[in-house]
């Protein structure tokens, strides 16, 4: 019988990169106020929120059950 650690295939190694360090190299910022996260233009229209937000309720619930 062999182990679950024998049937794992082999990856490339890669350096480790801290996310700190990942961050930096692309440039990306904390988040200082709660309005960098903010995007009034995200949908065209009511109705398209409303479509969204009746299909995540409706997901939500499916994965209750």
Do not use: K, N
Not at 16 to 37: C, F, K, M, N, S
Not at 48 to 56: W, Y
């Amino acid at each position: 019988m062999t182990s679950s650690t024998e049937q794992m295939p082999e990856w490339p190694t890669a350096e480790h990169v801290p996310a700190e360090e990942l961050a930096r190299r692309q440039g990306i910022r904390p988040i200082a106020t709660v309005d960098d996260l903010a995007r009034p233009d995200l949908f065209e229209s009511d109705d398209e929120l409303d479509d969204f937000l009746a299909d995540l309720y409706a997901s939500r619930r499916a994965g209750a059950a």
